[in-house]
């Protein structure tokens, strides 16, 4: 009982070659010491099969990580994608809410050449419109 578990925790704690010698070992041990019995081949058995299921675990959950990995890359570039249009959104929309309103009231005649109101307003603008990415013409 004690040789079979040994073969089994060998197998689900170390990794191979390392774990089958140790089961070939405990099985060889239990051999010298109670004789060669069917129960040494069991326990030889027993690691080939412990190590196959293992090898099969060890497979699965690399493919599992893998999978993990691709799918958080994917919701990390649709985050980025996202977090970019946003951004434009934004610029888009500060540019439209200051220096298009402004170019609005001076063309309707709103705010004159001559207002008080337009040498305050027009570097707060220049400065949105550089902070979006604009240069000015």
């Given at each position: 009982m004690v040789a079979g578990t040994?073969?089994?925790i060998a197998q689900f704690t170390?990794?191979?070659?390392?774990?089958?010698?140790?089961a070939i070992a405990i099985a060889a041990?239990?051999?010298?010491?109670?004789?060669?019995?069917?129960?040494s081949?069991?326990?030889?058995?027993?690691?080939l099969l412990a190590a196959a299921v293992m090898g099969l675990l060890r497979r699965g959950a690399r493919r599992a990580d893998l999978a993990l990995s691709e799918e958080a890359s994917a919701r990390a570039s649709v985050r980025a994608r996202s977090a970019a249009r946003t951004d434009e959104l934004d610029q888009q929309r500060l540019l439209h809410d200051t220096v298009l309103a402004t170019l609005t009231m001076v063309g309707t005649g709103s705010i004159t050449r001559e207002s008080a109101a337009l040498p305050q307003r027009a570097p707060a603008d220049l400065a949105s419109s550089k902070a979006c990415g604009h240069t000015p013409t």
């Open positions: 040994g073969v089994f170390l990794r191979q070659p390392w774990a089958m010698t140790a041990a239990h051999a010298a010491e109670a004789g060669v019995r069917e129960a081949v069991v326990l030889v058995l027993q690691g």
